[in-house]
């Protein structure tokens, strides 16, 4: 009979690529993660990874074994949430991944709800763009905040995943304080601020595109266009009068000192989603943490409907 553990090992193998990063996330060495590799192997009579000195890689038999591993895995996290959703205790560790400007945003709601729960803790990581998906699919985590700027509704009711929405996320303009359009009563009209430095996200991100869209709906692209990786940097250069930008609303949900935000009318929006795996969706710990994203992004809303003026993005 196939152990468990070892089609764990097997599988986290296939996630990390590496013995060594195998053996790091699960807390063994990677002596002990190569004697469970072959032990397994030793169980199916057949060669499950072809190793030479400095790498290992799934043969096609480990491969094979592997997609039978995922669903055995798949089975054995739904039986437990099943059995856990008996006691009706949310108990165990619950690990989020989110973007940034999501983490920032979450993190105090979901802590002050979920420590009410003694049995639970909560581990919350911010991911790169494009990777939340696949960590939640691969088991690397139980949650993740993604972000979605195609307008499309994903589509996982018959998946392996789950989506449920959270929030609307419409680009705003920041601008110094300097700026005339710190001024609440000057309507905004980006026509005419095509002839101004824009600070931008590089063009391989999501929101650039959302912001060339905006761009030029109103007449075309800037004379100057200044890209800089992470919301933080084009913030700060922002506040310091070196440009100008659109940037996600949830980039104000925290105070930045020397900015001003104004909503744009009509500007794209980005959609906000907790994915989990369908499996786990019975899981006390899983429900309660969902629901305490779903107040969060509530309490999110509110602030932003207070520092931009106007109702909450629906």
Not at 24 to 39: E, R
Not at 101 to 112: D, G, S
Not at 224 to 236: R, Y
């Amino acid at each position: 009979m196939l152990d468990l553990r070892r089609l764990q090992v097997l599988h986290e193998f296939a996630v990390r690529g590496t013995i060594a990063a195998t053996a790091a996330a699960l807390g063994y060495t990677p002596s002990a993660v190569s004697q469970q590799l072959s032990a397994l192997e030793r169980e199916v009579g057949t060669q499950l990874l072809d190793r030479t000195a400095r790498s290992a890689e799934l043969t096609d038999a480990g491969r094979l074994l592997l997609g039978h591993a995922e669903q055995i895995l798949a089975m054995v996290e739904a039986a437990e949430s099943v059995l856990a959703a008996q006691t009706g205790a949310p108990r165990g560790r619950v690990t989020i991944t989110a973007f940034p400007t999501a983490a920032v945003a979450f993190a105090p709601t979901l802590a002050h709800r979920l420590r009410a729960h003694d049995g639970m803790q909560l581990v919350l990581r911010q991911t790169s763009e494009g990777s939340g998906t696949r960590q939640v699919r691969t088991a690397e985590a139980d949650i993740s905040l993604i972000d979605d700027w195609s307008g499309r509704a994903p589509d996982s009711a018959a998946g392996t995943l789950r989506h449920y929405p959270l929030l609307r996320d419409p680009l705003v303009l920041a601008v110094p304080e300097g700026h005339r359009l710190a001024d609440p009563s000057v309507p905004v009209d980006l026509t005419g601020l095509l002839d101004e430095s824009w600070v931008t996200a590089p063009s391989s991100e999501p929101s650039r595109a959302a912001i060339d869209r905006l761009l030029s709906d109103v007449g075309g692209a800037p004379g100057a266009v200044w890209e800089f990786e992470g919301i933080g940097t084009i913030m700060s250069l922002v506040a310091r009068g070196l440009g100008i930008a659109a940037v996600p609303s949830l980039s104000f949900v925290s105070p930045t000192p020397g900015l001003v935000h104004r909503g744009i009318p009509g500007a794209p929006a980005r959609e906000v989603y907790a994915v989990v795996r369908a499996t786990s969706v019975r899981c006390p710990a899983i429900e309660v943490t969902l629901r305490a994203l779903h107040e969060a992004a509530e309490e999110v809303n509110r602030s932003l409907a207070a520092e931009l003026g106007g109702p909450p993005p629906t």
